[in-house]
Nanobody, 123 residues
Framework: VQLQASGGGLVQAGGSLRLSCAAS????????MGWFRQAPGKEREFVAA????????YYADYVKGRFTISRDNAKNTVYLQMNNLKPEDTAVYYC?????????????????WGQGTQVTVSS
């Protein structure tokens, strides 16, 4: 499985961005997907996750109500819509894929990772 994240950029506080993560392979619809982020000098942290069927989604408290994760299994793509961005959201954002249909907030449970896309929010 190869993952390609895109959609990052520079945005002012209060603005919006939509990240995309395109996956290769024919098993995307069977995989739970997640987004994580890592700011300079900090550990990678969980942002959001979605089950293979998209029935369930999970969010970190610090993005709940502002970010929305979704997926299009026909396009092998998972999205992260980010609204009302704050300077503290500045980080490299990574998408990740599990070998199972469920989703978790633990990075160690994800088998495949994309290369990351930079999001910078100016104040």
């Amino acid at each position: 499985v190869q993952l390609q994240a895109s959609g990052g950029g520079l945005v002012q506080a209060g603005g919006s961005l939509r990240l995309s993560c395109a996956a290769s392979g024919r098993t995307f619809s069977n995989r739970g997907m997640g987004w994580f982020r890592q700011a300079p000098g900090k550990e990678r942290e969980f942002v959001a996750a979605i089950t293979a069927s998209a029935v369930s989604t999970y969010y970190a408290d610090y993005v709940k109500g502002r970010f929305t994760i979704s997926r299009d299994n026909a396009k092998n793509t998972v999205y992260l819509q980010m609204n009302n961005l704050k300077p503290e959201d500045t980080a490299v954002y990574y998408c990740a894929s599990r070998d199972y249909g469920s989703a978790t907030s633990f990075a160690s449970t994800y088998a495949y990772w994309g290369q990351g896309t930079q999001v910078t929010v100016s104040s």
